[in-house]
């Protein structure tokens, strides 16, 4: 049993005596006027809906080294606040850049999470109230919200209720997988989640769902693209397109069916298959097109039949966001075909938005115009706003 009251650092969060000077772990000059107290079995330990400062601890493996992360959340106020929550990461990628503002420390660290109020009231959570460590100590970082983007500084959930929001770190570490524990369970099996660059494929779990509508020769139809990822040999990563949908009329005797499924490998990082060429159809190819009018070469078997060129830069609405992006134009020619698109992918993560298509030619002795827009329609990668 304690025999007295115990205090936390300001810094790393331990525990230390109220008559400690020095934190026992940190070192940090302690000023008992400025510190939470704990007592055990006091009377703040019976009040109904109270949960004392406990750290939110997540383990993060990176680079062969163990990266330990706290997410902490803390209740501020009186003691009649409840702060009874439950807190869940969706997910957690790192990006270099946010909406045209870069990380001061190396990387912004995005995480999706979902806070749902169990207690009694109102629960304004604030950004600044979730602290980043690693192995026990605060690392370089700092909170980022607004700036532009439509990060919030804080969220109100209403009783009972649960609300998804962005938490940003411009942080000087990104962990590749985050293991994560929730402050008001903290004896709870964790659980985790991959973390990955703007050019890399964030993990096997990452998906993405598009709907297809346009014409065939004045023939409307719609269809489904579903993008998924898995691991595939040599450290590469495979590119697995469902498409499935409405059979395409040109004449009321002459048709197309949908076209199949289809699958690209490629290294995660460069999105390069063996070849060298870019492969990956819904990731931005950020190494390569840098500037206005740098281009990629597009392939048929060995040849090349176009090329995908960097218009500039659009804000778009989307999804109720403005979302700020990359603008490209195709131009290919093959088969007795034309084709031209134009393709806007979000500045944050590099996915593919949105698609406008148009490709005139033949098939079946039949002329034929066909027009399409594909539009995302759900991806678990956050995607970030402009305000």
Not at 63 to 76: C, F, Q, R
Not at 186 to 196: D, H, L, M, N, R
Not at 261 to 280: A, H, M, R, V, W
Not at 369 to 381: A, C
């Amino acid at each position: 049993m304690w025999g007295g009251y115990m205090m936390y650092c300001p810094k790393c969060g331990a525990k230390n005596l109220d008559t400690a000077k020095f934190c026992v772990r940190c070192g940090a000059k302690l000023k008992p006027t400025e510190q939470d107290y704990t007592r055990k079995e006091s009377f703040i330990s019976k009040i109904p809906g109270f949960r004392s400062r406990t750290p939110w601890k997540m383990i993060l493996a990176s680079a062969g080294y163990l990266l330990i992360a706290i997410l902490a959340i803390y209740a501020i106020g009186c003691l009649i606040i409840n702060a009874d929550a439950t807190v869940t990461v969706n997910s957690a990628y790192a990006v270099d850049n946010i909406a045209g503002n870069d990380s001061t420390n190396g990387k912004f660290i995005v995480m999706n999470v979902t806070v749902k109020n169990n207690g009694k009231g109102p629960l304004t959570v604030h950004a600044n109230e979730f602290s980043l460590l690693t192995e026990g100590e605060y690392i370089t970082y700092s909170n980022f919200y607004g700036q532009g983007t439509d990060v919030p500084e804080s969220v109100e959930i209403p009783e009972g209720e649960s609300k998804s929001f962005l938490l940003v770190f411009d942080a000087a570490e990104a962990p590749e997988i985050l293991e994560y524990r929730s402050s008001w369970d903290p004896f709870s099996e964790g659980k985790s989640v991959g973390i990955g660059t703007i050019n890399i494929i964030p993990n096997t779990g990452v998906y993405a769902k598009y709907s297809v509508n346009g014409t065939a020769n004045d023939k409307s139809y719609s269809a489904k693209w579903n993008v998924t990822y898995r691991n595939a040999p040599g450290g590469n990563i495979e590119e697995v397109i469902e498409r499935s949908g409405e059979t395409i009329w040109l004449t009321s005797t002459v048709y197309q069916t949908p076209i199949p499924s289809e699958s690209y490998i490629f290294n995660p990082e460069t999105l390069q298959d063996k070849n060298g060429t870019y492969s990956s159809l819904i990731f931005f190819s950020k190494g390569a097109l840098i500037d206005v009018n740098d281009s990629l070469p597009i392939y048929e078997g060995e040849k090349v039949v176009g090329r995908e060129i960097l218009t500039g830069s659009e804000t778009i609405d989307f999804m109720g966001k403005k979302i700020a992006c990359w603008v490209t134009k195709t131009e290919q020619e093959g088969d007795g075909s034309t084709i031209e698109a134009t393709r806007y992918y979000d500045k944050t993560t590099g996915l593919l938005l949105k698609e406008v298509f148009t490709e005139k030619g033949s098939a079946y002795g039949i002329s034929y115009t066909d027009s399409h827009t594909s539009l995302l329609e759900s991806t678990n990668i956050p995607l970030i706003g402009l305000s």
